[in-house]
Structure formats: C-alpha cells, structure tokens
C-alpha cells in the first residue's frame, strides 16, 4: 500500500476471527504515544483503506486509528454467496472482538473509543450495548437507525426492506455493486439490517441477547457528527437510534459545505474529513475529563 506524501503511513495487521474468517486491520499511529484508540466501522459496502484519510488526519491530533474490514469486503478472505453466508451474529461475535484484540496488542494502556460510518456507527451502539466494559466513548459519523418511517420517502424506504432480503435470497446475495448501494452483501446481514429497518428495533439472527435492552443501558460518552445534506442519514433516524440509549452523554453537531469544504453528504466527507476528525477528537477530551473526575473522587 502506498502512502500519501508528509503523512503518517499504514500499519497492516492480520486478523484471524475464531470461526476462520480473516482480514487485514490498517492501522494509522501518531508521532507520540498515542493518547487514546479509536477504533473505526466502515459503512456497508466500502472498504477500510477509504477512510485512511480521516485516520491520517486524526492521527496529526495525536489519536491511534484502526481500521476495521467488514467481512465479505476488501481485503476479507470470504465473500458473500450461496456457499457463504453471515449475519450481525457473525460480525458483532467473531470478527468485532479479533479486530479490537489485535489493535489493543498494538495500542496498550489508552482509552479506547469505538466508532463507525452509517452501518458502522449502527453496530458501533450494538457492540457497545453487548461489551460496554470494553470501551471508553463512541463516535457516531452519519449514522442513524435504518427505520422507514424516519425517511424522506418512508413506502419507498421500506418497500426496499421488504424487496432487498427477498432479492438477496433469490440470487444468493444482495448485489448491491449492481444496484449501486452497498457491496455485494450476505444474505443474513440484510436479513438483520432490513428487519430493523421494518420495525425500528434491532434484533440478529442468533444473537440471544436483546438488543435494545442492551442499548437502554449503555452509558458512555458519545459524539454524533450529522452532515446537513445526507439524505442516507437525515435528523430523525439519528435522533431515533440516540433515543435508544438514554444514558450516553451525547455532544451532537451538524456539519455543512462551508465546515467541510466539501458537499455535506453521505461520502464526500471522506475525502475532505479535516472538521470531522476536530468533532471525533472532541470526544477523547470528554472521556479524559470523565478519567480525571473518577481519579479524584
């Protein structure tokens, strides 16, 4: 992997999950020790080194940044068919918890946050609900519930969930690089998106735990970053996954074109992430406030 010019380069860790799904964890390190670890959940469909950008750039504040590769994706050892399939189950049990064990091995002794892009904040909260000892604060970036009634267009949004499993099952996966949403995805993680998009409520195949009891008890501090023009992720939907989890201590703010000096929508971010990485950092000095209160108390 090249990296760009005067910026921090790459590091690539190999990750093996307990069920033999393996991956590469990119992670970006700063100058100086780092001061805390965020480690990051892409969107459905796009690979880690997509975010380096915004890695590089929280690095130059001093932040350790791991990358995470969604199975099926990048430089994952499966992909989705009619002979591989996986759910939630798979992702939130077996390839979450190798990721952030390698990164921690790399990175010890720093507060750890856990963050995530669209789906990635989505199992970002669901990981947090299920391990909530593990972690130090969360880092939402255009993420909401995919419920169809919080959407501009709600029966078009969810005549999808109800066209997008059936599709899915029909050719074995979901084609998204076809349809030009996603990648090309497994059956069981559009079962488990598509039904939360239906109701409002997450549940996972497999999964016995209830995840929005899971949810209502999570207590950590938390920063939600909105870009105004997102129609993927308007107000509502993030305001309907936040409303799950009324114990987190939330700093929330919307970014528009002249923040961004980018379009403020779904992606372009990416490319231009310089005022995201200053609203992702604005976590870690919460969580340090928080450490300072427990160690004097």
């Known amino acids: 992997m090249q990296d760009m010019p005067d910026q921090a380069p790459a590091e690539v860790l190999p ?3 307990s069920d033999g799904s393996a991956s590469e964890l990119l992670l970006v390190l700063p100058a100086q020790r780092p001061s805390a670890l965020l480690y990051w959940l892409p969107a459905m469909g796009v690979a880690a080194k997509h975010y380096l950008p915004l890695a590089q750039a929280l690095a130059a504040r001093g932040l350790a940044v791991a990358l995470h590769e969604w199975r099926g994706i990048g430089s994952s050892n499966r992909r989705a068919g009619r002979r591989q399939d996986w759910g939630y189950r798979e992702l939130l049990g077996h390839d979450l918890p190798a990721g952030l064990a390698v990164a921690r091995e790399r990175c010890p002794g720093v507060p750890g946050l856990l963050g995530g892009h669209s789906l990635g904040g989505q199992m970002a909260c669901l990981y947090a609900g299920l391990h909530p000892e593990d972690l130090d604060g969360m880092v939402l970036v255009a993420s909401g519930s995919p419920y169809w009634r919080k959407f501009r267009h709600p029966l078009l949004t969810g005549g999808f969930y109800l066209l997008a499993p059936w599709l899915a099952r029909w050719v074995g996966y979901l084609p998204g690089r076809r349809l030009g949403f996603g ?43 909105r870009l105004r023009d997102d129609w993927l992720g308007p107000e509502a939907s993030q305001d309907w996954l936040l409303a799950k989890m009324p114990r987190i201590r939330t700093s929330r703010v919307t970014l528009g074109p002249d923040e961004l000096q980018a379009p403020a929508d779904h992606f372009s971010w990416m490319k231009a992430p310089a005022a995201v990485a200053a609203e992702v950092a604005g976590v870690l000095a919460d969580v340090r406030r928080q450490e300072n209160r427990r160690a004097a108390s």
């Open 15 to 17: 990750v093996m999950a």
């Open 183 to 225: 990648g090309n995805e497994a059956r069981g993680v559009i079962a488990d998106w598509a039904r939360s998009g239906r109701t409002g409520r997450y549940a996972a195949a497999g999964v016995p735990r209830d995840l929005e009891a899971a949810l209502a008890r999570v207590e950590l501090p938390l920063a939600a970053v």
